[in-house]
């Protein structure tokens, strides 16, 4: 049960004066259970890239598996794909539409052709996902809540089709700090909950903190790979891509270019703190 | 699906033509359409292809590019042709076959017909294919500034046509991005009959209603926190000008409808001749 991406190439506007190749032979694994963070600097072709898990671009040559199967393939239905698939675009608060928060997040259930119970069951789950009071929000236009609430109503239209995958494009984009750790921590919790996360994010700090794996992308190919840590710990290979590394492990390679006797893998503010303290005790016995 | 047309589309290259001035490549459009019905015989028609040609080349489009602008007029050139075609009453009969009549005359005015139809479509299309939405409001409201005198507001319009066309793209992909989040989670906006796929547009327009009011919005505290407030006293950052090249392209469509406008004395004692050689 995985998402494979197989030699995966697209380019738009193929053979007009404004073709451009966004990405160039593609390959990588998205297993079970995994919470992966691709990352990117702007135009790398990390949205194209998740648009293909999806079914909305179609590959210029290459291929999509969905568990396996080939998501362009000639008798694919590709609504059933798009449930096991959610996809939650960036700013995706501008595609509300109905009259009331329910209604919009029975959208997608409704297409699945659900019955109205499992349809209701299915709107308060969600909402229960992104902590929003059934009571207090159901009814309410979409169009009068805040920014941040509107995203969550957003994110639960796509959480209501409980895909087995989930597909978040900048959930956090735009956000103020508190909206951005209350997204990030529902997202979290999807994932302790059994769903395969994907989240494109330009947030370093944000991908140190939440994935297991991390994909490093540029000019439209994957140039790494790996847990956040073995990443973290190349910070000449993050800079020349133009996405750095997390403050900590910033702070440590400078420590570490002064002499100081860190290893080289620190990412997080915790473990840096805790090395410091060590090597400073180390150095005060008294 | 909004990628395939051509027509009113910006071909963002650099050219002679794409060089000249909007205010010319706009008055020679004008002129262009004139010279079509000002044809008479295939000789004309051929003229102006020829000069449509040379244009395209000269503009570095490519020339199938151009041709490709027509295609979605190809009902309406079908239907205007058969129109034509059936329901005009000539003297000399074709066809007669039960009520289907098809007379001589009628068989000219759908061919001249469907051939103007297309020749303005070439014409326009190269005029907007060669010409920036910025180049060409900035032309119209130059061209419409002497109306200025009797109250016409000729920035004003030109304003806003300039902005209703900056904001054709940004829509569009707005429209694709809010059409491919609804497709996301199920929405299907290829199948079903009218009704359903009128239905089917509700999740589309509404985002798109409400986030084209919100860029308006945004777009006027913009404006005005930068001091817009009208026409009056604005100096421009690209001033127009008028260029030898200017004058040339003139010249080229002023023998163009000079030919046009002989072409029946050239080619009618030609086509007697060629017409007594195998009398």
Known sequence: ?286 | MMKNITMGQYYPVDSWVHRLDPRTKILLTIAMIVAVFLVRTMVGYALILGFMYLTSRLSNIPFKMLLKGVKPLRFILILTFLLNLFFNTGTTMLVKWGFVKISYEGLSTAIHYSLRLIFLVLGTSLMTLTTSPIALSDGIEMLLSPLKVIKFPAHELAMMMSIALRFIPTLMEEADKIMKAQMARGADFESGNLLARAKAMVPLLVPLFVSAFRRAGDLAMAMESRCYHGGENRTRLRVLKITSNDWLAALGMAVLIALILTEGYVTLPLWAAVKGLFA
């Not at chain 1, 349809?119 to 159901?138: G, N, P, T």
């Open chain 1, 1 to 286: 049960m995985s998402l494979e991406v197989k030699n995966l190439t697209h380019t738009y506007s193929a053979g007009s004066a404004l073709q451009s190749t966004a990405i160039k032979d593609v390959s990588l694994v998205i297993g079970e259970g995994e919470f992966v963070a691709i990352v990117g600097h702007t135009g790398s072709g990390k949205s194209t890239l998740v648009q293909h898990l999806n079914g909305l671009l179609k590959p210029t040559s290459g291929l999509v598996l969905v568990d396996g199967e080939d998501m362009n393939g000639e008798d694919v239905n590709k609504r059933l794909i798009r449930q096991k698939v959610g996809l939650v675009f960036q700013y995706p608060e501008y595609q509300l539409f109905e009259e009331t928060v329910a209604k919009d997040i029975a959208f997608g259930p409704k297409n699945q052709g659900l019955s109205e119970e499992e349809i209701d069951s299915r709107v308060r789950k969600a909402m229960a996902h992104v902590h929003l009071d059934y009571d207090k929000y159901a009814e309410r236009s979409p169009f009068e809540l805040s920014g941040g609430q509107m995203r969550r109503v957003a994110i639960a239209g796509v959480l209501a089709m409980e895909p087995r995958y989930l597909i978040l494009d900048e959930p956090a984009a735009g956000l103020d700090p508190k909206g951005r750790d209350r997204i990030l921590g529902m997202v979290k919790e999807l994932h302790e909950e059994g769903v395969t996360v994907v989240m494109v994010s330009h947030s370093m700090d944000d991908c140190a903190r939440l994935a297991t794996r991390m994909i490093v992308m540029s000019k439209g190919t994957v140039v790494a790979s790996d847990t956040p840590r073995n990443i973290f710990a190349q910070t000449e290979l993050m800079n020349s891509v133009h996405l750095g590394v997390p403050e900590a492990a910033r702070l440590c390679a400078l420590l570490r270019e002064k002499g100081v006797d860190l290893p080289a893998d620190l990412y997080t503010q915790e473990e840096l703190h805790e090395h410091i303290l060590r090597l400073w005790k180390e150095a005060n016995p008294a």
